[in-house]
Structures are given as C-alpha cells and as structure tokens.
C-alpha cells in the first residue's frame, strides 16, 4: 500500500484501541456529518443524508401501508399545553428547550421547543373526534425534535435529530394493542430487512417505560463494541393523555368514551446503529438496500484511450439495476479506492485497459474485499446477485456477533463477571422490583433492556436478590 493510502487510512482509530473515537473519527471521514454551530448540533452532509432518505422512504411507504397518513404539527408547545400531562411533563422537563422571547418582548407563556409531539395530537384530537365513527385516527409526521442532551455524540444523541412519530386513536385497548406491536414490527423490518441489524423485540420494564405511556415496546441492538442501543419504541399510551385531554368518543350505545392512543418513533440514531454494527476500521460498511450508492466504478489509467467511455458506457447500463456512481477526478486510483472503502460504497466496480482487453470487470466487494473478475457481460445479473450476498451476510456476522456476545447470568457474580470478560447482553432472571433493577444499575451501571416476547426460563431465582424470579430480562450497559 502506498505511503499516501497509509496515512489516509491511520486518520481513523482503530476500533480496538478506543471505540468511541473510532466512532466519531469514520462520522467526520466518511463526511456524514459536520458539527453544528451549536454544542451537540450537527449538519448532516449530502452522503450521510442520502443514506436517511432511503431509510425514510422504506419506512414511510410501509407506514402508509398499514394505512396512516402523514400530517405536520407545529414545532412550538406553550407551556400549559405541555403540563396538562404530569407524567409526561415530569419525564421530559431535564431535556426541554425553552423560548421566552419574541423578538425584543418577553412572552407571557414560555414556549417549549418540540422534543416530542403527544400533546400536540392530543390536543387536536379533541377536537376533531366525536364519534366511533371517527375512529381509527391513524396519524404520522416526520419532522425534527429537540433534546437538550448534556452528552452529545453525532447521530446517537444530539440537541435536535430527525425522525418519524406516529399518534393514533382507537376504539379499544384491544385494537391500541395491535396497532401498538404491529408498528414495533415494522421497525423490526426495517432494521432487519434493510439495514442488517438484528433486534430483540420485547417489552421495556416500569421504569423504562416512556413517560406517560400505559407501556414500551421496543426493539434492541447490540452494537460492536458489546453495548445496547434502543433502536425503536411502540407506546400504548393507554387513557391517559386522552382524560387530560378530554379526547372523548360517542360509542355505537350512544355513550361518551375516551380513547385509547398509540405512538410511536423512529430517528436518525439508526443511521449510528448502522455504523457501529458494520463499521471496520476501514470506515463505514453500508447495507446496499440503503446505501446511496451501491457500486462505484473506478477507471484505471483513465488517461489512456477508451477506458473513460467504456466507464461511462458502464455507468449508464448499470443504471437501470443499481444506485451507480463514477468518479472520473484526477485523483489516484489508489486515493479512490481508500475514499469509497471509507464510504462504505459496497460494491467497487473497476475497469482499465487490461480489463477491456479481456471483456471484464473487477467487483470488490466493501465488507470483505474480495475481488470477483466478471465478463462485462454479465453484469447486468452479477452486480444485483451480489449486492443480494452481502445484505444477507452483513446479516448473519451482525447476529453472529450478537449470539457470541450473549451469556447467561444467574447471580450477581456471574453478571459482574460476563460483563468484564465478554461484554454485551445478559440475560437474567428477575423478580419484577424496582429496588433490584435500581441495584443492578447502581453496582454495575447495566440497565434492563427489554422482557422479550419470547420468554425462557434460565434460573429459578432474581439474579439480583434471589428471591422467586418473575421474568426474563436482558441487561446490558447501553448507548
């Protein structure tokens, strides 16, 4: 390797020696990202914003597949909007960002700057529910929120991030239920069928729960270095903001009801989940089904006659099967190779005079750099083939990885022991209290991650206090 492609490469940390940097180093060198003016704001480059448009978009038409309609709700919240809720207010008040000036006056209401919309949907709700008949409200919005988070790192916790939230309205528990788990199901595709991740779906404990909520589901990650991150939540809101709210429904007896409510979220902390789950020391690793582009084409010795045509040539036909891309500058192949590798492009696709000579390509494959010489051919069939290839292998390493870094714990001992010899999920018995969730935080700062649907039983005691156990949990320390 060349001296230049070295020091290209040494930009980023390895991931062994300090992960955290390794994260923020391929955030700025793959140029997702710059840092916004504000601490713990963040710009959103064109490569890593393209990568939020297709996971968008995959979410959304499924959104609106199971028959919600977008809508936009304002990004300001008065005060006394925001208080009608106690739980809800309480849980948010340490993270809300406050307006308390029009210009040069004073308000007399302080505003609260969005950092999650219920109220704002409860409040229209009210008025535009009257009957059975007005229900099911099935109501979406994309927007931003904010969040006056003390630790910030780009795209796991910033001041204000992108996202999705769902609020509906329902008739029943029973159908606040279904739409509850069938939208946690959702998200699980997305993570799984699109970005590669594989999750834990379950149920988070009281104390996690959402603030306000009846209960959370939720979908849980495990990234490389071992720690959780909570990659989507599903709330049954249950009767409570609709009583605040006065959301009443005449039902078919003619008898005034409240609803019952759902919400639900999705944010640009996946696209971190992305990163710290296929990353290498390399840079980024893209799942091709939301990678902007998914091949690359690099011409070799481009200077010499015909290799630029033939790239373009290549570039238009490829177009019709893949997100194609070529970059003709003056830079080195060597530079180009480093760049895309670092951009986590999954495919490489490269092409010179010797190539042209024999009627072929060279693929490289971004996840494991193996080389594939192709006929020109039979691109056309090759390129999706593979593309298909390492959607579902970075699949299987990540839940590989995820398998290897899951253990058993059936007593304080062996939960402080697999923590420090094999971090990642454990999985424990418990009896259901709060002290011993307080107590396992307090002594070894995991937390409980989700009670899984699936439930096995793997002691007979709480891996805390001993005492009968209730449940299965999985701990983990967390992001």
Same mark, same amino acid.
């Given at each position: ?45 064109? =490569? ?7 996971? /968008? ?44 000036? *029009?210009? =040069? ?45 003390? &630790?910030? /790192? ?20 029973? =159908?606040?239920? /279904? ?15 699109y970005m590669a991740i594989p999750v834990l779906k379950g149920k988070k404990t009281e104390k996690e729960k959402f603030a306000g909520a009846a209960y959370t589901l939720t979908i849980e990650s495990l990234m490389h270095d071992g720690k959780a991150l909570q990659a989507g939540t599903s709330h049954h809101l249950g009767t409570g903001f609709a009583e605040a709210f006065d959301i009443r429904f005449t039902d078919e007896d003619g008898e005034l009801q409240p609803v019952h409510q759902t919400s639900w979220g999705f944010t640009t902390r996946s696209i971190g989940a992305m990163i710290m789950v296929h990353g290498d020391n390399r840079g980024l690793v893209v ?35 893949? /997100? ?19 951009? *986590? ?28 010489? &192709? ?56 009896? *259901?209290?709060?002290?011993?969730? =307080? ?5 070894? &700062?995991? &937390? ?32």
């Amino acid at each position: 390797m060349a001296k230049k492609n070295k020091q290209f490469v040494e930009k980023v940390t390895a991931m062994e020696d300090d992960f955290a940097q390794w994260y923020t180093d391929v955030v700025k060198q793959a140029d997702l990202v710059d840092y916004g003016p504000v601490r713990g704001s963040m710009i959103i480059r064109p =490569d890593g914003y393209a990568i939020w448009e297709n996971i /968008r978009d995959i979410l959304d038409a499924k959104i609106k597949e199971t028959g919600h309609e977008n809508m936009y709700f304002p990004l300001f919240i008065p005060e006394s909007m925001l208080q009608k809720e106690k739980d809800h207010i309480e849980g948010f008040a340490p993270e809300v960002a406050w307006v308390t000036h *029009g210009g =040069d006056e004073e308000l007399q209401e302080r505003l609260v700057v969005r950092p999650t919309s219920e109220v704002l949907f409860a409040e229209h709700y009210a008025k535009i529910i009257h009957s059975y008949r007005d229900l099911p409200k099935l109501y979406n919005q994309w927007s931003n929120v904010v969040r006056w988070e003390k &630790t910030t /790192r780009p795209f796991l916790r910033s001041l204000e991030f992108l996202w999705q939230e769902g609020h509906t309205c329902h008739a029943s528990d029973e =159908d606040a239920a /279904r739409e509850t788990r069938q939208m946690l199901d959702v998200y699980a595709s997305v993570f799984e069928d699109y970005m590669a991740i594989p999750v834990l779906k379950g149920k988070k404990t009281e104390k996690e729960k959402f603030a306000g909520a009846a209960y959370t589901l939720t979908i849980e990650s495990l990234m490389h270095d071992g720690k959780a991150l909570q990659a989507g939540t599903s709330h049954h809101l249950g009767t409570g903001f609709a009583e605040a709210f006065d959301i009443r429904f005449t039902d078919e007896d003619g008898e005034l009801q409240p609803v019952h409510q759902t919400s639900w979220g999705f944010t640009t902390r996946s696209i971190g989940a992305m990163i710290m789950v296929h990353g290498d020391n390399r840079g980024l690793v893209v799942p091709p089904k939301i990678a902007a582009k998914q091949v690359m084409i690099v011409p070799i010795a481009q200077h010499k006659e015909g290799v630029l045509d033939k790239a373009y040539q290549l570039k238009e036909q490829l177009g019709s099967i893949a /997100r194609v891309d070529i970059d003709a500058s003056d830079k080195m192949p060597g530079w180009k190779f480093n760049e895309y590798e670092m951009k *986590g492009v999954p495919i490489r696709l490269e092409i010179g005079p010797k190539d042209m000579e024999k009627g072929q390509a060279v693929l490289v494959r971004r996840d494991t750099g193996e080389k594939q010489f &192709t006929p020109i051919a039979e691109l056309e069939t090759a390129i999706p083939e593979l593309l298909e290839d390492i959607q579902r292998s970075l699949f299987e390493k990540a839940k590989q990885h995820r398998e290897a870094k899951t253990t058993v714990a059936r007593n304080m001992e062996e939960f402080k022991q697999n923590l420090e010899q094999n971090p990642g999920f454990i999985k424990a018995m418990w009896c *259901g209290s709060r002290q011993c969730e =307080d107590q396992i935080k307090e002594e070894t &700062t995991a &937390t409980s991650r989700c009670i899984p649907f699936e439930q096995e039983i793997v002691a007979d005691t709480c891996v805390c206090c001993q005492e009968p156990a209730k449940e299965l949990v999985y701990w983990a320390k967390a992001y």
